[in-house]
């Protein structure tokens, strides 16, 4: 897979359309601002994208209904709010209405018309509380908090319930623990330990389980992945990379699982 144009790190990355974008990050100096995306049939990047409206590291991006959300981040001196709206057919971010809190390193998922964004840091502590966004509204609303506060944790939709796995707590300690959100009841429970601490691990549901690929453990960057078992509430080695990720942007791709720094 061909590099990106720009080498940078915290970066977002989603697939919108058939392509994987990169959004934000940081270089060796600051936050950066810049948007790339990838086309896989030709392999090759482009820096024809649109850029943010301010510059952003640790911002979360999703789609939702053909658009591409970025929300909040740190802008190189303060963690943001913010939430931006992208357009590919027109090439434009719009503004939308800001979060509640302010947060870089969150997670987000969309379910059932709704996007939702957890935990984070507000630039002082990880935080725990969850908000989310109806898109006909246009408006934030809260909802329950997590058990745990959780910054870089992994996020993803599984089974009609959103998992958040890892991260960093208020201690600043590496979390091997995961819950999952039941939108039927706003209600969040515990799952099982995975094997592991992961701080910036990534979660990825790919055929038909849930992974938990990458992150530190506090110590060092991991290679390993792990996958979910919901029937038995357990986590089992699956295997492991070839190169140690933390951080990373993953994205599932035509039955690929493309990992990004």
């Known amino acids: 897979m061909a590099p990106m144009l720009k080498r940078c790190g915290d970066v977002a990355v989603c697939s919108l359309g058939g392509l994987i974008f990169t959004v934000g990050g940081r270089n060796d100096i600051t936050s950066v601002s ?12 482009s820096s024809e994208v649109a850029s943010l409206s301010r510059p952003r590291s640790g911002v979360c991006v999703v789609e939702m209904d053909g658009f591409m959300y970025a929300l909040g981040g740190f802008d190189g001196t303060v963690c943001t709010s913010i939430v931006e709206r992208y357009d590919p057919v027109l090439n434009t971010w719009t503004k939308m209405a800001p979060m509640l809190q302010h947060r870089s390193g ?8 709704f996007l939702y964004v957890m935990g984070g840091t507000d630039g002082d502590i990880p935080l725990n509380s969850v908000e989310r966004f109806n898109p006909l509204e246009g ?37 091997s623990t995961a819950e999952k959100f039941d939108p039927d009841n706003l209600k969040w429970t515990p799952v099982k330990h995975m094997t592991h601490k992961r701080f910036k691990v990534s979660l990825a549901v790919f055929d038909g389980t849930l992974q938990a690929v990458g992150g530190s453990d506090g110590i060092s960057t991991l290679t390993s992945v792990e996958a979910y078992n919901p029937d038995s509430n357990t986590w089992r080695h699956f295997g492991c990379m070839k190169t140690k990720h933390a951080g990373a942007g993953l994205v599932l791709l035509k039955r690929h699982i493309k990992d990004l720094l």
């Open 34 to 45: 810049s948007v790339e995306k990838y086309d896989p049939k030709t392999n090759q990047w």
């Open 106 to 113: 969150a997670a987000a998922a969309v379910l059932d018309g």
């Open 139 to 175: 408006t934030w609303r809260p909802c329950p908090p997590m058990r745990s506060a959780r910054e870089n944790p992994g996020c993803a939709v599984y089974l009609r319930r959103i998992y958040v796995a890892g991260g960093r707590d208020e201690l600043l300690l590496e979390l």
